[in-house]
Each structure stands twice: as C-alpha cells, then as structure tokens.
C-alpha cells in the first residue's frame, strides 16, 4: 500500500512545536493557530479521566433543516389540495425544478422521488441496458449501483486514489471494454472528482457520463457546478443531504432532448405531452417534497458558504499536520459541498489503530467516524447477480469470472478499514468558529497524549 509521502524533516519539526507549546499548563497550540483553552486538564485524554474539550453534545444546528417557512411551505400545500405534480403547471415540484437549474447553473432539471431514482432515470434514458456496462466507485451509497442494477446493467467498480476516496482515472480507464457505456463519477462527500481527466477518458472512448452529484450540490470545479459538467447530473434530497426534504432527487443537464426523455422515464414512460412511448418506473417528485424544498431554498447558498469558510479553516488549522491529512482536492476545486468533512488518518504518527483514535476523540466532545464500513464490492449483491439467470444470459461466464476477480480494491478497503476519519458537514460545518477551534484542539489533545491511546 503506498502512502503520501510526508516530509521528515516537516513532521519532526511540528512534533516539537507542539511538544514546547503543550509544555505550558492549560494550553494548546494547534499548527499556527494559538488557540488557548483555560481551566482544562489536557495531560491527560478524557476517555482516562482527562477534562474533555468540550461538553458532550452535537456540534452546531440539528439536521435536516427546518424554519416556520419549510413548516407554512408544507402546510399551505396541504390546504391547496395540489398534491401531485401532474395536477398543476407550476405547483411547488415544476417551481422547484426551475430554481435548482438556475442554483446549480444548468437548462433543464427533472425532479424525482430520490438520488437513487434520478441516477436510474439517466441510466435508462442513456438506454443502457441488459449487456452494458457502467463504471463506478466501490466507496458511496448503494444507490449508485442499484442504479445500474435496476436496468440490468453490470456495475464495474475501480479502485480509488486513496488520497482524495474519488475514483482513480487510471483505474478507469483500464476496465473500458467494448461494452462500456458510461462512467459514473461519484463526487465523494461533495468534492469533485478529477473531471479534467474523466471527461478526457469518455471523450476518447465515447462514453456517456453521468454525475453522481448526491452530495455535491452548490459545489464548483473549474468555473462549474459539480453536476453540470457530464451529460447529466444527479442530486439527492434524502433527509442527511445539504438539500433535504426527506427523500428525493433530480437529474440536471443541458441537452433538452435527453432531459425530456429523463422527464419521460421518471413518468412512467409517458412523455411531456402524455403519450406513453417507453420503458420507464413511475418516479415523481411530489408536492409536499417540492413544498419543504422550496420552503428551505432561501438560505441554500448562505448555508453553503458557511460550510466552506467553515472548512477552509480546519483545512487551513491542519495543514502541515502528517498524522491527519483532509481530503485531497483536485487542481481546479473551487468549493466543496462538505458532505462529509473527510480526513485522511495516518496510524503510523499516532501509533494506535483508528477506532482507539475515534474512542477518544469522542471522549473529548468531537464525534467521528469512518463513513461506511465496507466498500460495495465486498457485498453480497455481486454473488447475488452473478448466478442470476439474466446476468447469466447477458454476460459470458468468461466475463462473469473476470469480474468477480475485479472485485479486489485494495485502495478502497484501506480507506474503509484503517484510515478514513470523518464527520457530516451538513450541520456541524454550520456550527460557530469556536466549535471549529474546538475540533482542532480536540484532535491535538489526542494527539499530543497519543502514547495513552496504548491504554484504551
Ligand atoms: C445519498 C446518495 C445517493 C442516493 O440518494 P438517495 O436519495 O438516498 O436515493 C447516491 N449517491 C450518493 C453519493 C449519495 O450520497
């Protein structure tokens, strides 16, 4: 497994400053910042008995978010019996839709039942099908994959750059076949994947790209929204997401002739004018999620922003720091939407194993965790498909077999298993500075009494 390299001489030198600066009672000194803490006992961590950082408790508001005008948006809908979308022309859904385009800078958007459903609805509308083949990551929720399934299509999942959990282009490129039909880049808890280099690979092999931009609305890369970059973009509003109404999703994009035929699919087949002319399940976006969505839109952006200034700086208080690396972004980032606020954690700078660093960590008051515990290859769905009849007729043993072999990520199993740290951004990241300063010192009180992580 091959690490970042770290600069030596670097991390020595942090090590003593931090060894100096923690000298003096009551005091830590991140990197650079000069935050100071009184009144608490930081020689010792609080899981052994140690004053923690801060007082147990969520940082910063509850979530998903909720105003009186989310509540009145739900209520007014209630009274004006305009419960279906197909019961208004501009009812909250097709209102909705309008303004999400405009938010994330595309033509048209369709709206769904769910992230899952939107993805489904690409997959379809692309016509891809029985004998095709998707690539995408092993690392991001199963509804990326049951997208794929759900037209009877085989997901083809590579391994990652085990520096930023996004799909590694290499990896990518070297699974195309003759059968591959799109990539599927999933931005990983909102951060752009490498799109340069993706959108360079499906170009050179022709390639349908749809963006799993679930986590990522409002989040910029190369002067555009994640989203607005492949032929489609698909978002979800499922209750955890920075965008949320319980469930729901949409697809965005910018040729109107396949955006029509997504509008067809999700429609159950029939099409804008109510001819039934395809394939398609009935995933429509009701009025009530149109409701809370619309209810919640005004403080979207400003919600957004704060999450990165709230970002840029633990980014900017850890840089330096070996022992946990944030998430890397790729040249050309902008924002990110901070699904996740995600760190690397390098065990051999702490010398203990992530779970006693998480124990303590939370201990101190600063909940983390490790995000999902295995990567999708290593779940039963892929035995399941492979002896299923109709994957049985549509792919040769031989490719079967091969695929199956496929399933061997050893970057992703090292994310999942030993070094991703992480918290959801969708609240905390709303919390104020002090909080801020409160994580950073949490993990440098950990860190500089990381010789009794040993006793946990
Ligand atoms: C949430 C999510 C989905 C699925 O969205 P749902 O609305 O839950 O169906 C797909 N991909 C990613 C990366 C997600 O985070």
Redesign the pocket.
Known sequence: MKHKKISRRRFLNTTAALSVVTAVPGSIKSLGSGIQIQGSNYKKLAILGGDPVRKAGPIGPPWPYVDEQVVDAIVSTTRSRIWSRIQSSNGTVSTFENAFATLIGTKYCVGTG??????STCVEALGIGPGDEVITSPY??M??ISSILTSRALPVLVDLDPDSYQLDPDEVEKRINKNTKAIMP???FGVAAHMERIMAIAKKYKLKVIE?A??APLARYQGKGLGTIGDVG?F???A??AIACG???AVTGNDQALMDQCFTVQNRGANRKGSNETIGPKYRMNEFEGAILMGQFPGVRSRFEIRNDNANYLTSKLQGFAALVPQKHYPGTESGAY?HYAMTYHKEHWGAERSKFLKAIAAEGVNMGSYIKTGLHREPWVDHITGLKSYKTMYSASRLKEYKAGMHLPNCDKITDETMVSFPGSGALLAERQEMNNIINAIMKVYENRDQLKLL
Not at 114 to 119: D, H, I, N
């Open positions: 769910s992230g899952t459903q939107a993805l991001t929720d509804g990326t999933v931005h990983i799993d679930c986590q698909c979800s509003f499922q955890s997401k469930e729901g999703g699904y």
